[in-house]
Nanobody, 116 residues
Framework: QVQLVESGGGLVQAGGSLRLSCVAS????????MGWYRQAPGKQRELVAS???????IYADSVKGRFTISRDNAKNTVYLQMNSLKPVDAAVYYC??????????WGQGTPVTVSS
C-alpha cells in the first residue's frame, strides 16, 4: 500500500518562505495526480494546489502567484514552495495522491505556523 510522508512544515514569519515535501513509498509514474491540501482549526480541508501526471497544475485563488507545486518523479516527491506567507496560510498541510487504479491516499500532515 502506498504511503505518503510530508515534511518541511514549521514556524515562519509573515512574508517568509517554506518548502514542503511529500515522499511517496512507491513510484509516482502510476499516480494520476497529486495535491496539497490544508486545514486550519475549525475550517474544512481545502485544496491548495494539484499537479497531474502530465504536469498540469491548479491553484487555489488565495495562493496563486505565491505558491508553486512541482514533482520529481525520479525521487517520488512532490513539493510545495510557499512564498510571501501570510498568517491566513497557517494550517496543517496534507499531501494526497490519486493512484491508478483509483484510490485516494493521504499523508499524515505537516503543520505550518505563520507569525505576524
Amino acid at each position: 500500500q502506498v504511503q505518503l510522508v510530508e515534511s518541511g512544515g514549521g514556524l515562519v514569519q509573515a512574508g517568509g518562505s517554506l518548502r514542503l515535501s511529500c515522499v511517496a513509498s512507491a513510484s509516482m509514474f502510476s499516480f494520476n495526480a497529486m495535491g496539497w491540501y490544508r486545514q486550519a482549526p475549525g475550517k474544512q480541508r481545502e485544496l491548495v494546489a494539484s499537479i497531474t501526471r502530465g504536469g498540469s497544475t491548479i491553484y487555489a485563488d488565495s495562493v496563486k502567484g505565491r505558491f508553486t507545486i512541482s514533482r520529481d518523479n525520479a525521487k517520488n516527491t512532490v513539493y510545495l514552495q510557499m512564498n510571501s506567507l501570510k498568517p491566513v496560510d497557517a494550517a496543517v498541510y496534507y499531501c494526497k495522491a490519486i493512484t491508478s487504479p483509483y484510490r485516494e491516499v493521504w499523508g499524515q500532515g505537516t503543520p505550518v505556523t505563520v507569525s505576524s
